[in-house]
């Protein structure tokens, strides 16, 4: 199960931090992002203010993936990296200004965060001669904050695949819906395309096409309603707005999960083959059509099969042994492409 993450900024402020690592312990979040070499971010006691954030998210129990650069810590105040361990940093990302070896001896004490497209076949073959553990690296792409620079999907899915190959966790962002990342604030995506979309769509796309481990939200807040989408996310399943003909109202807000062995044609609740034996009885009803999102329960005709819930994820045509009980919203239907290889999913 892929796991999700936030970004936090100094420039945001200490209070308008903390309630967003409120509502993201809340979501069942587990990682922050921040930069500690942001050519804008401007405190007046820089130092104080990250042991404050680093202070805020251990209490809260989230992991940081920090930015790092060769003078992070002169900022700081540190003599080494060492002195983070007792805080609430896990992730160390370098981009420049490491040798493979302080890299290797960073991974010691920390997991290591690789620029995802910077990260060079020729790096990788070093550290394989240096012996790293590969296990403890992991791959962060970046976010770019000016329209038309992003990458397309297909270009992260193949930098995604390359690595985890290697059993290097990817991590990618998608924008904020709410609190816009200034100067442009115009969003912090990865994958170009996701520029103003749905937060739940575009991390959908992150992990189920792109092979994403980690889903960071780039921007600084994000909608009360992309939060409960992503505390849902976070916990395995997907709520869908959906009609449901009374007699059926027992399958909703009950969370199914589809089979491990995807169709391609229907989503399968593996859930629902249980009813006919709970004594349900499945006569079979009027034929209807079968649109896509058509909500439906095998009857009396699919013998053992009878009872089982299916939602269409393309039109199909009409079938007798199935009855059409309810249908899936249309702002929700782009959901269901994504709902595979045993994801959760409720009907509300």
Known sequence: MSEFGISLYLGTGYEKNKEIVAKAQQAN??????????????????????????????????????????????????TSFADLKQTSVSHLRVDYGFTYQQIIDLSKDFNIAFNASTLLESDIRELQKLNADFSKFSACHNFYPKPLTGLSLQKTRGINENLRRLGITTMAFVPGDRELRGPLEMGLPTVEKHRGGDVLFNALQLIKECQTDIVLVGDIDISDEAWRKISELSQGYVSLKAKVNPEYGYIKDEIHHDRPDSSEYVIRSQESRSYASQGKLFA?????????????????????????????????????????????????????????????????
């Open 284 to 348: 079979a009803e009027e034929i209807k059509p079968r649109s896509k999102g058509s909500i439906s329960v095998g009857n009396e005709g699919y013998l053992r099969y009878s009872g089982e819930l299916e939602i269409a994820r393309k039109d199909l045509n009409p079938e007798s042994k199935v009855n059409v009980i309810g249908q899936v919203d249309t702002d929700c239907l782009k959901y269901l492409d994504y709902i595979t290889d045993g994801m959760g999913f409720r009907l509300v």
């Open 29 to 78: 979040v587990k990682y922050a992002f921040t930069s500690l070499h942001i050519p804008e971010e401007s405190v007046s006691d820089y130092a104080a203010e990250v042991k404050k954030l680093f202070d805020l998210c251990k209490s809260c129990e989230i992991s940081l993936i920090v930015d790092i650069g060769p003078r992070t810590l002169e900022k700081l105040g540190y």
